[in-house]
């Protein structure tokens, strides 16, 4: 971008910082900028994604699982290896928070500002499936879109929240041993990438969003668990919002203290020199900048809580992640679009349906549930016992429900079906959280085959097994959704609507 497009103020601040590197900072914003992905972990590993990926990948040097690609000639969003969730498109410095929060399994992880979900999904990742995951964003639209990233990334131990962090703080105190705030800010390290955010710059500057990440990081602290860990993020380089907030911080907290992390190239110290009576362990921050780095700008810190968690934050039964009710006054499960669904309205029906009727479509819907599981490996441990039916609904994993009566949840634990006109349906989300061998009936076709395309698109794929009921679609090995067969090689496309390739 050019120069004269930026604001007077920002650079005169930048000149102050950079002195002698100013002018490789301007000659940075002329430059491209570099487009990454990061392997989704759940799914593959860096190493066997490398063995198949079809396009040219250089590593991102601060992520083992982040790869530079070249957005002029390669569309990893088009290709079927997106849709299967085996990637997340993120910007390269964007991958470094949730690279910083050491989240080990079984733990208890809050993305407190998660839209659209590029953190979220790794932190994931990190779980392995095991503790419990709460994305959160204030935006209900947001939260449905971070929803659906979720889901195609295999997630099935997540609970989406769209939540002020007051309301969370509330409500789960002391209840998380790691907490990733990926702070609203003032976007200075990203008007390279994105020049709109110039304007919103001139509206909001670093002093409007100073006071809002000084509020989200007073509700962190209340919901971080003595013992845990959190990690603060901006993607600006105003030392206001950076160095400067989490000196205040410290200062209000004393049981808070910076840690020190890995360092690797491309990273730069935080500076303590650029707020008054800075602490020294304020170096041990992570900033990058555009003419020192491959990525946009952005800050970053590894926050500790000294002390010992409580009773409270480790009595399963307060977080119980199988064995819930979830209530359907209080839970709203997303669709996989990210659109809520309609509540059912209190009135009956015009047409009467018997009782005879009613007795006919619960033994057809049984007969379909037991058909499907019949397909479907133990090993998975989604099991027909552990389904809970709420409405339409089949839940195969609810997740701390009881736990956070009174939030506004978008989306909890791993959806396995739905009653469709007294036939159970297998979901799209659960598609995504199985491994292609975890189904008995599966098409496996690899990603140059012309049928995996007119799959993504929706339409009727020819085979040549003679399959009869729901069976998985895969690409090489990684399953996309759902088909179902007629028994005569025909397989009635069954891929959601709104994950449809345009």
């Not at 920002?10 to 990454?36: C, H, N, P, V, W």
Request: include cysteine.
């Amino acid at each position: 971008m050019r120069t004269e497009e930026l604001p007077e103020q920002f650079l005169e601040s930048m000149k102050r910082m950079l002195g002698t590197e100013y002018q490789d900072y301007i000659s940075s914003m002329k430059e491209d900028t570099r487009t990454a992905l990061r392997v989704n972990t759940n799914k593959i590993t860096p190493e066997q994604f490398m063995d198949i990926c079809p396009f040219h990948a250089e590593p991102v040097p601060w992520n083992e699982k982040g790869f530079y690609y070249n957005a002029d000639v390669d569309m990893p969003s088009k290709h079927p290896y997106y849709y299967a969730g085996l990637y997340y498109i993120q910007e390269p410095s964007a991958m470094i928070p949730a690279s910083l929060l050491p989240v080990e399994e079984g733990d208890r992880v809050l993305d407190l500002c998660a839209a659209p979900g590029g953190k979220a999904t790794e932190l994931s990742a990190k779980l392995h499936g095991t503790g419990l995951l709460v994305a959160n964003d204030i935006s209900v639209s947001r939260a449905m879109a971070l929803a659906k990233n979720l889901q195609i990334s295999g997630t099935k131990n997540a609970v989406v929240t769209a939540e002020t962090p007051e309301n969370l703080a509330a409500v789960l105190p002391g209840f998380f041993h790691k907490v990733l705030i990926d702070a609203p800010c003032s976007g200075e390290g990203m008007f390279r990438r994105d020049p709109g955010m110039v304007k919103s710059w001139c509206i909001h500057g670093p002093e409007y969003y100073a006071a809002l990440q000084a509020e989200i990081l007073e509700s962190a602290y209340v919901l971080l668990a003595p013992g845990g860990d959190m990690v603060y993020s901006t993607c600006t380089f105003s030392p206001l919002e950076d160095e400067g907030m989490i000196q205040s911080f410290l200062k209000k907290h004393p049981d808070m203290t910076i840690c020190a992390v890995p360092r690797h190239p491309g990273y730069s110290e935080g500076r303590p020199d650029w707020v008054p009576d800075g602490d020294s362990s304020l170096e041990n921050c992570v900033r990058i900048f555009p003419h020192r780095a491959e990525g946009e700008g952005h800050f970053a810190v590894l926050l500790h809580k000294h002390g010992k968690a409580g009773d409270t934050c480790d009595d399963p039964e307060m977080w119980d992640i199988n064995g819930t009710d979830m209530k359907s006054d209080r839970i709203s499960e997303a669709c996989p679009d990210g659109k809520r669904r309609r509540k059912q309205s209190g009135k009956k029906s015009r047409n009467h349906i018997s009782a005879s009727d009613s007795r006919e479509k619960k033994q057809k819907n049984q007969e379909g549930i037991e058909d499907f599981f019949q397909m479907l490996l133990p090993e998975t441990g989604i099991e027909i016992k552990k389904l809970s039916r709420k409405k339409d609904i089949y839940v195969a994993e609810t997740l701390a429900a009881g736990q956070m009566k009174g939030l506004r949840i978008v989306a909890g634990g791993l959806i396995a079906g739905n009653d469709k006109n007294g036939r159970f349906e297998p979901s799209p989300q659960l598609a995504l959280a199985l491994r292609g061998e975890d189904y008995l009936q599966r098409i496996d076709l690899p990603a140059e085959d012309e049928r995996v395309i007119r799959y993504l698109k929706g339409e009727t794929v020819l085979v040549d097994k003679p399959y009869k009921g729901y069976v998985l679609f895969c690409v090489d090995g990684y399953p996309l959704g759902w088909c179902k067969g007629n028994g005569s090689g025909t397989m009635k496309n069954k891929y959601y609507p709104g994950w449809r390739m345009q």
